[in-house]
């Protein structure tokens, strides 16, 4: 661990909103306990064509009347200019000083992209309405993000997002360093220089993993998911094992220089805080 360069790092986690009371009550309690760690802020995502708004917006109050910093994400596929400033009024009401800014898909059975294409357009969108007030995050793919046709091509179109603004990074989540050592070497050759922070999914699941993974065209590498599905149903195999690689990784990547991590929570305390606990964050 003494290893480890000394450069500014931000640690964070990521939640969704829950659509039950229970669910509600869980993640109060899940924002109390990670909160003790001391993360730089909590982030909520928002369901597709905004479909969680307004649990997106109760999560950011309930993390803010809790205490802690909130960066609420926010998609503009299928919105509209007018929708997007109003929500943008009402977090800057809620005092809110960071924004994850992505493009979103469009839900099934929906073609109508709308105004926004595309997440640079964003950015540009929330820089030209509120000046410098928000802090923003943008996403990124070092495995390429699925819908592009090249990696060079993702490359051009990520840095418009970095142009038209952005302040930081966060990576969609990934089990090989070198895909990520890469791709912020590629875009350091672009000019990009902004903080790329690692998104880190604890591993306790092996079908939904899977699952996800599919979805978000990460790579499971061939020993991970071979030693998984040979675990079966047996849960407390699977979890040993997860937070192995999942801790190797993280080591591996705040030795060689990564600005922070970003874990994808999944609203549950345990994974997360086995991780960053081990890593004396
Ligand atoms: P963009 O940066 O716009 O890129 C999308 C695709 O378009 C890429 O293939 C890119 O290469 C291409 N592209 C970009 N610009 C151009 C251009 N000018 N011309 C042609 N092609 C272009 N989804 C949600 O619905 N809610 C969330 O809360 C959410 N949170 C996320 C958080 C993180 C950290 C990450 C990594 C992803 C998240 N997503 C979320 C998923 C995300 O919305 C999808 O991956 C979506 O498909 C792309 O969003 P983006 O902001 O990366 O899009």
């Not at 890469?182 to 306790?204: E, H, N, S, W």
């Amino acid at each position: 661990m003494n290893s480890r360069k000394k450069i500014p790092r931000t640690y964070s986690c990521e939640f969704f909103p829950p659509k039950t009371e229970q669910g509600r009550a869980n993640l109060s309690v899940t924002i109390d306990e990670l909160g003790r760690l001391k993360p730089a802020y909590f982030s909520c995502t928002y369901g597709a064509g905004g479909s969680t708004q307004d649990g997106t917006t109760d999560t950011v109050k309930e993390i803010t009347r809790q205490g802690f910093a909130a960066a609420p994400h926010i998609t503009c596929i299928g919105s509209t200019p007018e929708k997007i400033k109003a929500l943008l009024d009402s977090y800057i009401a809620l005092g809110i000083k960071r924004i994850v800014a992505l493009r979103g898909d469009l839900p099934p059975g929906q073609d109508q992209a709308g105004h926004f294409l595309y997440a640079d357009q964003l950015v540009t969108f929330i820089r030209q309405q509120t000046g410098d007030h928000f802090h923003i995050e943008v996403a990124a793919y070092p495995e390429k993000h699925p819908q592009a046709a090249s990696i060079q091509d993702d490359l051009r179109h990520f840095k418009k997002k970095a142009d038209a603004g952005a302040n930081a990074v966060i990576t969609q989540y990934f089990f090989n360093p070198d895909a990520y050592f890469r791709f912020v070497d590629d875009c350091a050759q672009l000019g990009v220089t902004l903080p790329i922070v690692p998104g880190i999914m604890p591993i306790t699941n092996y079908k939904q993993l899977a699952r996800f993974s599919e979805g978000c065209g990460a790579e499971i590498p061939r020993w991970i998911a071979a030693r998984l599905e040979g675990y079966g149903e047996d849960l407390d195999a699977i979890r040993a094992f997860g937070l192995e690689v999942t801790l190797r990784l993280c080591e591996t990547l705040l030795e060689r220089g990564a600005p922070g991590l970003h874990f994808y929570t999944l609203n549950r305390t345990e994974p997360t805080r086995a991780i960053w606990e081990q890593l004396g964050i």
